[in-house]
């Protein structure tokens, strides 16, 4: 049978096929590890679910009917230490399976799940407990993570704020014992395999996401149980997986990206999704592992393919491979240009946000037009604004905009709130549009070309220039791997471009490289938009959801 999409999901098509709309049809007590995960179970329980690669090499599947079983024995352990029908649990599990396990239980208990990266500091797990109100954290025995989790609830009992349901914080570690905290396995272990299902409200809070903007402390995204059903045009339309395939998306399960390709609608589709937990990256190693696990879809952030162009990929056979994705922070033409020469296939770009899922993209089936991330989805009604919320011509720069279509409270997908913050969720949703703080222009094709974020757009000499295409540009230099433009101060212009740069193996970082890739990028722009400043560096800050960070460079330039 296909995948149980279609019990959810319809699409309204124009009269030359294209989607010009969805509807989702669900009641209200949908819930994903019930009526998707379970009911794979039920119907095809030996249906390929999940692939995972340890950091040791080893593969371990999972069927639906084994997901089924572990996840309601998490969800029974869960239950006797007290975790019940909206208390919130965050994971910090990298990229164990323990994860999948874990969110599925929290989904079946109703309980709220808090995804969170490994990179973030105690301060910042101290700060997500004390907002979220959370009752536990299970987390894995890696680097220093068990140390963090333990301080951090140190630390969040002795913030003044009062938290939710305050109490003792419940430490669950996954992996070797760690001191008297308690042990995943040995509480699974004696946990039974038998749940009865927890009734809940498809309006319920289901996922928080913790998110940084530019500006500001993190904000806690609040995403209820009907979220999973928009990823289902995202793993169709956009990741293009099949019935019965294997989906690779390289992220972190702290991630958001996780729940927009390693989850929600590539089982919806029927696909397995594989698990490719590293701790250093290779790009060969991922290479090796499209080939060996005969993975049909991909999707990677401009980062790994940067890497996966710098390897021979006639070595590999990569004939299973039919689809490849990209979204996060904009892919530079040059490695886009590469790897379809190489492979043959052609990268397609997708843009959204941890507030929503997949808004633009290029569908399976359509043309990628060079430097544009492609065309609205048909979930949302997407348009470019100024300053007023008043939309501007094709062709002009403003802010992407989702505007509520007629009779919609909330489109699918879009997040329900800010986690105790109802006046930035005012905010961003002023004159009733959600505002994404994100520039870009259309053309009259309906493509739609990135810009930056608000803040990232650089004011130089009264002119506005978008960071990525004067990167798309540098990155055309052969010296260069890696680069970020920013606005660097100055007394005279006001803002001066500064390109940061990581070279390639072979350059040195000397005055007379600097000089030829000022005038490579000069030859090729407007001459207001050629990099002043250029400073070549070993490493570019990023996110916690790592993505290059400009604004972390623009801080750092306004100190020095």
């Given at each position: 049978?296909?995948?149980?999409?279609?019990?959810?999901?319809?699409?309204?098509?124009?009269?030359?096929?294209?989607?010009?709309?969805?509807?989702?049809?669900?009641?209200?007590?949908?819930?994903?590890?019930?009526?998707?995960?379970?009911?794979?179970?039920?119907?095809?329980?030996?249906?390929?679910?999940?692939?995972?690669?340890?950091?040791?090499?080893?593969?371990?599947?999972?069927?639906?009917?084994?997901?089924?079983?572990?996840?309601?024995?998490?969800?029974?352990?869960?239950?006797?230490?007290?975790?019940?029908?909206g208390d919130s649990v965050m994971l910090l599990l990298?990229?164990?399976?323990?994860?999948?396990?874990?969110?599925?239980?929290?989904?079946?208990?109703?309980?709220?799940?808090?995804?969170?990266?490994?990179?973030?500091?105690?301060?910042?797990?101290?700060?997500?407990?004390?907002?979220?109100?959370?009752?536990?954290?299970?987390?894995?025995?890696?680097?220093?993570?068990?140390?963090?989790?333990?301080?951090?609830?140190?630390?969040?009992?002795?913030?003044?704020?009062?938290?939710?349901?305050?109490?003792?914080?419940?430490?669950?570690?996954?992996?070797?014992?760690?001191?008297?905290?308690?042990?995943?396995?040995?509480?699974?272990?004696?946990?039974?395999?038998?749940?009865?299902?927890?009734?809940?409200?498809?309006?319920?809070?289901?996922?928080?996401?913790?998110?940084?903007?530019?500006?500001?402390?993190?904000?806690?995204?609040?995403?209820?149980?009907?979220?999973?059903?928009?990823?289902?045009?995202?793993?169709?339309?956009?990741?293009?997986?099949?019935?019965?395939?294997?989906?690779?998306?390289?992220?972190?399960?702290?991630?958001?990206?996780?729940?927009?390709?390693?989850?929600?609608?590539?089982?919806?589709?029927?696909?397995?999704?594989?698990?490719?937990?590293?701790?250093?990256?290779?790009?060969?190693?991922?290479?090796?592992?499209?080939?060996?696990?005969?993975?049909?879809?991909?999707?990677?952030?401009?980062?790994?393919?940067?890497?996966?162009?710098?390897?021979?990929?006639?070595?590999?056979?990569?004939?299973?491979?039919?689809?490849?994705?990209?979204?996060?922070?904009?892919?530079?033409?040059?490695?886009?240009?590469?790897?379809?020469e190489k492979t043959g296939l052609i990268i397609r770009?997708?843009?959204?946000?941890?507030?929503?899922?997949?808004?633009?993209?290029?569908?399976?089936?359509?043309?990628?037009?060079?430097?544009?991330?492609?065309?609205?989805?048909?979930?949302?009604?997407?348009?470019?604004?100024?300053?007023?919320?008043?939309?501007?011509?094709?062709?002009?720069?403003?802010?992407?905009?989702?505007?509520?279509?007629?009779?919609?409270?909330?489109?699918?997908?879009?997040?329900?709130?800010?986690?105790?913050?109802?006046?930035?969720?005012?905010?961003?949703?002023?004159?009733?549009?959600?505002?994404?703080?994100?520039?870009?222009?259309?053309?009259?094709?309906?493509?739609?070309?990135?810009?930056?974020?608000?803040?990232?757009?650089?004011?130089?000499?009264?002119?506005?220039?978008?960071?990525?295409?004067?990167?798309?540009?540098?990155?055309?230099?052969?010296?260069?791997?890696?680069?970020?433009?920013?606005?660097?101060?100055?007394?005279?212009?006001?803002?001066?471009?500064?390109?940061?740069?990581?070279?390639?193996?072979?350059?040195?970082?000397?005055?007379?490289?600097?000089?030829?890739?000022?005038?490579?990028?000069?030859?090729?722009?407007?001459?207001?938009?050629?990099?002043?400043?250029?400073?070549?560096?070993?490493?570019?800050?990023?996110?916690?959801?790592?993505?290059?960070?400009?604004?972390?460079?623009?801080?750092?330039?306004?100190?020095?």
């Amino acid at each position: 049978m296909p995948g149980l999409y279609t019990n959810f999901y319809k699409e309204k098509l124009d009269d030359k096929g294209n989607i010009e709309g969805v509807d989702f049809l669900y009641d209200e007590s949908f819930n994903f590890a019930y009526d998707v995960v379970d009911k794979y179970a039920e119907t095809e329980p030996e249906k390929l679910a999940l692939v995972h690669k340890s950091t040791d090499g080893v593969i371990t599947r999972f069927s639906f009917a084994d997901l089924k079983k572990l996840s309601d024995k998490a969800a029974n352990m869960l239950a006797k230490l007290g975790i019940t029908k909206g208390d919130s649990v965050m994971l910090l599990l990298k990229r164990r399976y323990e994860f999948w396990i874990s969110i599925i239980a929290l989904h079946k208990l109703g309980a709220v799940a808090i995804p969170t990266s490994h990179m973030v500091s105690v301060k910042d797990i101290a700060e997500r407990i004390r907002m979220a109100g959370a009752k536990a954290v299970i987390c894995v025995n890696s680097d220093d993570i068990c140390d963090k989790v333990k301080e951090a609830v140190l630390q969040a009992g002795d913030m003044s704020f009062t938290r939710t349901g305050a109490g003792e914080v419940v430490q669950i570690v996954v992996g070797d014992k760690y001191g008297d905290a308690i042990a995943f396995d040995e509480q699974m272990d004696e946990a039974s395999e038998e749940l009865k299902r927890v009734e809940t409200n498809v309006h319920d809070d289901m996922l928080y996401y913790f998110t940084s903007g530019t500006n500001g402390a993190p904000k806690a995204v609040i995403h209820d149980f009907s979220y999973p059903l928009a990823h289902i045009y995202t793993a169709k339309n956009w990741h293009g997986v099949v019935d019965n395939g294997l989906h690779l998306t390289v992220a972190d399960s702290g991630w958001a990206k996780s729940a927009w390709g390693k989850l929600y609608g590539q089982w919806l589709m029927g696909s397995a999704v594989m698990v490719y937990d590293y701790e250093q990256f290779y790009a060969w190693d991922i290479l090796e592992l499209l080939e060996k696990e005969k993975i049909n879809t991909f999707c990677a952030p401009p980062t790994i393919y940067k890497y996966l162009v710098l390897e021979d990929l006639s070595k590999y056979d990569l004939s299973y491979l039919s689809q490849v994705t990209t979204a996060g922070e904009p892919m530079p033409l040059e490695v886009s240009r590469k790897f379809t020469e190489k492979t043959g296939l052609i990268i397609r770009e997708g843009f959204g946000q941890t507030e929503t899922a997949l808004q633009i993209c290029t569908p399976v089936g359509k043309e990628q037009v060079t430097g544009s991330i492609g065309q609205a989805s048909p979930l949302y009604d997407i348009r470019i604004v100024d300053e007023d919320g008043v939309e501007v011509p094709d062709g002009e720069e403003g802010e992407i905009a989702i505007i509520p279509r007629s009779g919609a409270i909330l489109p699918m997908g879009v997040f329900k709130g800010y986690l105790g913050d109802k006046a930035q969720y005012l905010e961003i949703w002023s004159g009733g549009i959600y505002h994404t703080k994100d520039r870009a222009m259309k053309d009259e094709n309906g493509n739609f070309f990135f810009l930056g974020r608000n803040d990232d757009v650089i004011k130089s000499s009264g002119y506005r220039i978008g960071p990525s295409e004067v990167e798309d540009v540098i990155m055309k230099h052969p010296a260069v791997f890696e680069c970020a433009v920013t606005g660097y101060p100055s007394k005279n212009r006001g803002t001066l471009v500064k390109a940061s740069i990581i070279l390639n193996e072979g350059y040195s970082p000397d005055q007379l490289l600097q000089n030829e890739i000022r005038d490579f990028v000069r030859e090729r722009v407007a001459l207001y938009k050629y990099p002043r400043k250029i400073c070549f560096v070993t490493e570019l800050p990023r996110t916690s959801n790592g993505k290059i960070s400009r604004a972390l460079i623009r801080k750092a330039d306004m100190k020095s």
